[in-house]
C-alpha cells in the first residue's frame, strides 16, 4: 500500500483560488501532476503549506501523505 507511504510528485499549477475561513488563509489550488497533464485535480491547504507568492502556471513539487497533498513546493 504505497498510497499510504509519504511520497512527492511534480507537478503544474492550473489555477489558484484564495480563501478564508474565520480568518485563516487558505488556498484550492488545481494542478496537473507531471505525465498527467490532461487531467486536473484539486488540494485546499492552509497558506503555511504552500510557498508565498503561488500562481498559476508554476512548475512546483506536491508533497503527499495518506493520498493527501500535505504541502507544495516551488520548483
Known sequence: MTFLLPTTRGALIRKVVPY??????HFQIFYSPAGEEEKTFSAKLGKESVYEG???GDQVV??????LVTRIEKV
Open 54 to 56: 503561488v500562481s498559476d
Open 20 to 25: 478564508t475561513v474565520h480568518g485563516q488563509h
Open 62 to 67: 506536491i508533497h503527499i501523505m495518506m493520498n
